[in-house]
């Protein structure tokens, strides 16, 4: 069963920064494509960043030029690096690892992001 497991959330003024960690396990295969979602207390979980093993990366609009999404591909690991946040990046971020040959997505438990004004 895989399995993720997150790290890096915590509470940070405006403007400041936090990196988050998320790293899979529990397969002998590498997931594809591994990415970062968000969900806001009464919000849909909406997309942050994904990024494939060969390196191809995807955000939303709201964080571009802000958020950098990286991994490495021998550690099963992905990582957000969150600068210049602002309070509405406020939201549970959930890391997801997503495998083709299955067609299977797996979620992690989420890590708090909170940033005050």
């Known amino acids: 069963q895989v399995r993720l497991v997150e790290s890096g959330g915590g509470l940070v003024q405006a403007g400041g920064s936090l990196r988050l960690s998320c790293a899979a396990s529990g397969s002998s295969f590498r997931p594809n494509a591994m990415g970062w979602y968000r969900q806001a207390p009464g919000k849909q979980r909406e997309l942050v960043a994904t990024?494939?093993?060969?390196?191809?990366?995807n955000y939303a609009d709201s964080v571009k030029g802000r958020f950098t999404i990286s991994r490495d591909n021998a550690k099963n690991t992905v990582y957000l690096q969150m600068n210049s946040l602002k309070p509405e990046d406020t939201a549970a971020y959930l890391c997801n690892a997503h495998y083709s040959l299955s067609a299977r997505d797996y979620w992690g438990q989420g890590t708090q992001v909170t940033v005050s004004s």
């Open positions: 990024i494939t093993t060969g390196g191809r990366t």
